[in-house]
């Protein structure tokens, strides 16, 4: 038996908003990223890196933050403090920082375990990094399409971060839904859909995946 769907503004082949949805209002992986670092804003202190600015930090961290560091990739963002590719050796200084801060940006790393590998190096023991990647997600077109090299799972973020950090040091989360998903590839925004129908959480439709991952103390 065959039921016919009404898909109303949803039927089209472009999305409703071509830009994640900045063009609506707040892009819905947004509201997902906030509430993973709200969560865990308790690990944001001491001298604390985040890449392209340091807005999540200064909004989470607050005055536990000691210092605060940026990294960018590109010699010409004026806030900049640390310059480089994430995965190369050397660019960040080891032992430095008490928490590293990375929304949807491993994504457009290529080499990405160089990277986990580099970011655990520069931490502090019992340091920590926050990161969150791109699940099911469309693609820039502007600055990034050429960057844009992967997206990632449940397991192979996991796997990816307890190879380096340990099993025990890894918490990997996944945010959305079928209804999110379809929300988020269309460019809605967050203030024009049901907040409780993004709360609802089903592994197979991951908007982003989130990483949780601490140094150990011995380390």
């Known amino acids: 038996m065959i039921l016919w769907l009404w898909f109303g503004d949803l039927s089209g082949s472009a999305p409703i908003d071509d830009d ?3 063009g609506r209002g707040t892009p819905i992986d947004r509201g997902y990223i906030a509430e993973f670092l709200s969560r865990h804003a308790e690990d944001i202190g001491g001298r604390v890196l985040e890449v392209g600015d340091d807005d999540y930090s200064r909004r989470f ?13 590109d010699l010409n963002n004026p806030r900049a403090t ?9 660019v960040l200084p080891p032992a430095a920082f008490d928490c590293l801060v990375l929304t949807q940006t491993l994504h457009l790393v290529y080499d990405m375990a160089s990277a986990v590998r580099q970011m655990h190096r520069a931490l502090r023991p019992k340091g920590v990094v926050l990161l969150t990647v791109p699940g099911i997600s ?5 600055e990034w399409r050429e960057s844009w ?3 990632l799972t449940e397991a192979s973020a996991r796997r990816m971060f307890s190879d380096v950090f340990g099993t025990d040091q890894v918490e990997v989360e996944t945010h959305g839904n079928v209804f999110a998903a379809v929300a988020f590839l ?7 859909v049901s907040p409780a129908k993004l709360n609802v959480r089903d592994p197979a439709f991951p908007v982003i995946v989130s990483v949780r991952a601490q140094k150990s103390a011995e380390a």
């Open 186 to 192: 269309h460019g809605l925004a967050l203030e024009e």
């Open 138 to 142: 469309r693609i820039d077109r502007g």
């Open 61 to 73: 961290g607050g005055t536990r933050i000691t210092r605060q560091d940026i990294f960018h990739v």
């Open 149 to 151: 090299c992967w997206s």
């Open 20 to 22: 994640f949805g900045f």
């Open 82 to 90: 640390i310059v480089g590719d994430l995965a190369k050796p050397g």
